[in-house]
């Protein structure tokens, strides 16, 4: 594998479970050193893709490479180089904390001591306790401490934080892009916005098996619409807005949504009746994500 | 009543006053009901069904009264019989019944303490019990429930028990007395088992704490019935709640005011149960939680340390239980001949079973048997161990790890090669020295016994084969290997008694194993079982190289 071969690249990937199909023909590449965003909502697939790139699901069609190998068959020389966190961390009732954590790295092959007793300060975990007597997030903040104290060139991480509360994701956000500048590459799984927004460099979204949208968060809002808010000198009756949506003019305010290609064209017009404010504001990725589950929404809600 | 008590009585708001510890028991007892609507009915059933039985068998066996004082003499007051049940109190049918459900208490004890951790604790740990508790439920509710069914199934045991052998022309006070000894071995350890619950934050250490009670008390009743009835180390029955159970002398002069004491006992312990209830926190125990080591030793470091973390506690209990089992058997032995010489119709019984002449030697060869199918089932709860951890999502982080899917397995798989070894082999050792103490030439019986039991190992291993290849070729089927034990079980105990043909015997991997000490070893049917496991192993273990791991 060369430095810029891609850790993660996926193509048409298929698997079933007897008539579902939970991935059906998915693509995906993660470049290497970045921290790549993987958003679906519950049932999209993320799960099953990871544990596909993981050999512990094997695909039915298409192709997987992780870092340069087949994930199936060397899947446990390419375990030694990564670190998985999955959305639920089962424990051993009977076993303390810190002994799955040192369990975990011994059989990745090795356990950075020092970062271990850092990271279980700063998440504040005590790793004495017993499995049965965690939390449920504290359970996964056992799994992320054995993941991030490894040296592993790859994280798989799938809904990592589900449990943990705001200051928790704070402390995990700042360990991901710790991890970043030290170099390694991230799959973050998650359905939570706002941590892909703050930590994520690209962004595949998947829906029911497959990948509709992916790349950097700007290019995916260069790809949607702009909400636009205008009060004009005069009102603007009649005039051609190429690309606009939702158009509503109140006396000689006017408010609209604008394929964000168009919007140096709309802002032109504009102009010309003369511009007294302008508020304009790119989409959210809450926006982004929503308009590839409308259509399910809509369902969901019949 | 004047007016003014009236006006103190509705200063009271209504809803507090209905609202005390034990509000919505009756609909916890129903729920319990609903839930055990099997298990409860067919416990009870099986428990009174046993001495039930005894009846009959005893009557045809010993049917006139001499026979009856000749086996009071005899078998009546063989040391084994009277540790394993304690001694007679008279030489009439009651009484020799009486002594021989003389183990009947510590099951349904057992039982008892089972059920009583699993509607409390148990619910406790799974977080069910805290979705009932933000209900109107009182916060003894759950243990009271627990309880009164417990006890209640209990109750119902000694009636049945009760009518079964009045009806069967048995003295209707000893009929009484002896429903009830069998009814307070199970209320005492349910209440036990009220007490352990509320001690510690897992069902498992109460569990634990429970037999280990019923276990103690079980060894005083030995200690103290070992000599006979009034021998000088008697008195310690008294310090047993199952020694009070036997003083209770149905059929031989019923001494009604012991049951007393199992009262006093049962309120007592109920009463500290509810007292530790109250005080404590849902989920939480009365003893603190123990804490773990904040690093692993060297030891835990890859698949076999995990695989002995978990499995070798409960390798431990077993080999524990095979000991016991192996004493038992052993020191029966010599039992076997006398209870042989007083009657011909058992003799018979046991050239049968055993396939043999020499009653001894056929004797060992149809209790090794036994313990190879208990191993059998060992074996099986060693392999499943793999789908237990896989169902629960705990192999999964481990397989992400540099660990091979096979290396997984075999840390678990190497308890179901070398658990049985080790189980058979202390079952062997304890019954050949037991009995060789008794004939008194331990040298010509250990080795003899010994072998017996390891000549079980291929069956065994064929049985956890079994196990294994459903876990690699159809996970969802694993419960198909306890089919194969109890199938064998089946075979091996009734197969002859229900007259099977030989092709359906020949259907069990314990038919085919060489009936020793009594026979010579044939070595051609034990190439073949350990063939079968070792092709059955390899099945079980390519399938599940190539197969999906479970997910949830």
């Not at chain 2, 809803?15 to 129903?30: I, K, N, P, Q, Y």
Request: glycine letters at 12%.
């Amino acid at each position: 594998m060369t430095a810029d071969t891609p850790p993660i690249s996926v193509s048409g990937l298929v698997k079933s479970f007897g008539r579902t199909r939970a991935l059906d023909g998915l693509d995906l590449t993660v470049r290497p050193g970045e921290v790549h965003g993987f958003l679906g909502p519950n049932g999209a697939g993320k799960s099953t893709a990871i544990r596909v790139l993981l050999g512990l699901l094997r695909a039915d069609a298409g192709t997987a490479r992780l870092l340069g190998g087949d994930p199936w068959r060397d899947a446990t020389e390419l375990h030694r180089r990564l670190a998985y966190v999955p959305g639920d961390v089962t424990l051993w009732p009977n076993l303390s904390g810190g002994e799955v954590i040192d369990l975990l790295g011994r059989m990745r092959g090795g356990l950075d001591r020092r970062r271990k007793a850092d990271l279980l300060d700063r998440f504040e975990l005590d790793p004495r306790k017993k499995g049965r007597a965690y939390s449920k997030g504290n359970r996964q903040k056992v799994g992320l401490v054995a993941a991030l104290a490894s040296d592993a060139e790859l994280l798989l991480l799938d809904e990592p934080t589900s449990g943990l509360d705001p200051l928790m994701e704070e402390v995990f956000q700042e360990c991901v892009r710790e991890e970043r500048r030290a170099g390694r590459t991230v799959l973050l799984s998650s359905h939570i916005l706002s941590e892909v927004e703050a930590l994520c460099d690209r962004v595949t979204i998947i829906r029911k098996g497959v990948a509709v949208e992916s790349g950097t968060l700007d290019e995916l809002r260069h790809l949607t619409r702009t909400s636009i808010r205008a009060e004009l000198a005069a009102p603007p009756d009649g005039i051609p807005l190429p690309g606009a949506h939702d158009v509503r003019i109140d006396g000689s305010t006017i408010t609209f949504e604008v394929d964000t290609p168009q919007l140096d064209t709309v802002l032109r017009v504009l102009t010309e009746i003369g511009v007294r404010s302008l508020v304009s504001r790119p989409p959210t990725l809450e926006e982004l994500f929503l308009r590839h589950y409308k259509d399910e929404l809509q369902e969901a809600a019949r | 009543m004047s007016g003014a008590s009236r006006g103190v009585r509705r200063a009271v708001p209504p809803r507090m006053a209905g609202v005390s510890a034990l509000t919505g028991t009756g609909g916890l007892v129903r729920l319990i009901l609903r839930r055990d609507r099997i298990l409860l009915p067919a416990w009870v059933l099986w428990i009174a069904v046993i001495p039930l039985g005894f009846v009959g068998a005893t009557d045809s066996l010993y049917p006139e009264a001499a026979d009856r004082l000749q086996y009071a003499h005899t078998t009546g007051t063989n040391p084994t019989f009277l540790a394993l049940y304690g001694p007679m109190y008279g030489t009439d049918l009651g009484s020799i019944i009486a002594q021989r459900s003389g183990f009947v208490p510590v099951v349904i004890g057992l039982i008892s303490a089972l059920t009583v951790v699993r509607h409390t604790r148990t619910e406790e740990e799974a977080g069910r019990r805290e979705l009932l508790g933000a209900t109107v439920a009182g916060r003894g509710a759950g243990l009271a429930a627990a309880l009164v069914v417990t006890m209640g199934a209990n109750l119902a045991v000694a009636a049945l028990l009760t009518a079964g052998l009045a009806a069967q022309g048995l003295p209707v006070a000893g009929s009484l007395a002896f429903g009830l000894q069998m009814a307070a071995g199970g209320c005492v350890f349910a209440a036990v088992a009220g007490v352990t619950a509320q001690l510690s934050e897992g069902a498992g250490a109460a569990r634990g704490t429970a037999i280990a009670a019923l276990g103690a008390a079980f060894a005083v009743r030995m200690a103290a019935d070992v000599g006979g009835a009034g021998n000088s180390l008697s008195w310690l029955g008294w310090l047993s709640p199952l020694g009070w159970g036997n003083r209770l002398r149905a059929f031989g002069g019923e001494r009604w005011w012991t049951l007393a004491l199992v009262a006093a006992l049962v309120a007592a312990l109920v009463a500290a149960a509810g007292a530790l209830s109250a005080r404590r926190d849902v989920g939480a125990g009365v003893l603190p939680p123990g804490l773990g080591p904040a690093d692993a030793t060297a030891r835990l470091s890859g698949p076999f340390g995990l695989a002995w973390r978990l499995q070798s506690r409960s390798l431990y209990g077993w080999l524990a239980g095979f000991a016991a089992l192996g004493v038992v058997y052993g020191a029966v032995a010599g039992g076997v001949l006398d209870m042989v010489k007083d009657n011909p119709d058992l003799a018979e019984i046991f050239t049968r079973l055993g396939g043999q002449t020499a009653i001894v030697d056929a004797y060992f060869a149809s209790v090794m048997g036994m313990v190879g199918l208990i191993a059998s089932a060992y074996a099986v709860s060693t392999a499943l161990r793999l789908r237990t951890e896989e169902a629960a999502q705990r192999a999964e982080p481990l397989l992400a790890t540099a660990t091979g899917r096979l290396r997984w397995a075999s840390g678990h798989l190497l308890f179901t090669l070398l658990g049985p070894v080790a189980a058979l082999t202390v079952a062997g050792l304890a019954a050949g020295v037991a009995h060789g103490l008794d004939t008194g030439d331990p040298g010509r019986e250990v080795p003899r016994v010994l072998g017996a039991a390891l000549a079980q190992l291929p069956a065994v291993w064929l049985v956890g084969a079994i196990a294994l290849a459903l876990f690699g070729l159809a996970p969802g089927l694993t419960g198909g290997a306890w089919a194969a034990v109890a199938g064998c079980a089946l075979i091996t105990l009734f197969g002859a008694a229900l007259g099977l043909d030989q092709w359906a015997l020949d259907l069990s991997p314990f038919t085919h194993i060489p009936k020793l000490p009594g026979r010579s070893f044939a070595l051609a049917p034990v190439l073949w079982l350990l063939a079968i496991a070792a092709a059955l192993s390899a099945a079980g273990l390519a399938g599940f190289r190539r197969r999906d791991l479970a997910t949830r």
